[in-house]
Nanobody, 121 residues
Framework: VQLVESGGGLVQAGGSLRLSCVAS????MGWFRQAPGKEREFVAF????????DYADSVLGRFRISRDNGKNMVYLQMNSLTPEDTAVYYC???????????????????WGQGTQVTVSS
């Protein structure tokens, strides 16, 4: 399974970015992020069918995860960005993820290389 993220960059606070992740198949997918000196944290999840999504409390109402299975793409639309959103963002595939484990990085088997998101104040 290969995952490749894109769409990161530098944006001012209050701005928006859309991250993309292309996968080599259809899987339950998650977005995680890791800021310097911090542990990798869950951001959002979407089931392979697209009918189930979940978000971290810190991004709820600002971020939206979606997918286009015809293109094997998963997206993370990020709005109202703050400097606290600055991190490397990773997409991950979790064929064995369940509703109880979707927010836990250890349950995802495959990871992309990450894309840097920097939000300036």
């Amino acid at each position: 399974v290969q995952l490749v993220e894109s769409g990161g960059g530098l944006v001012q606070a209050g701005g928006s970015l859309r991250l993309s992740c292309v996968a080599s198949g259809l899987y339950d997918m998650g977005w995680f992020r890791q800021a310097p000196g911090k542990e990798r944290e869950f951001v959002a999840f979407i089931a392979w069918s697209g009918d189930t999504t979940d978000y971290a409390d810190s991004v709820l109402g600002r971020f939206r995860i979606s997918r286009d299975n015809g293109k094997n793409m998963v997206y993370l639309q990020m709005n109202s960005l703050t400097p606290e959103d600055t991190a490397v963002y990773y997409c991950a595939a979790g064929p064995k993820v369940t509703p109880g484990t979707m927010s836990t990085a250890a349950f995802y088997d495959y990871w992309g290389q990450g894309t840097q998101v920097t939000v300036s104040s």
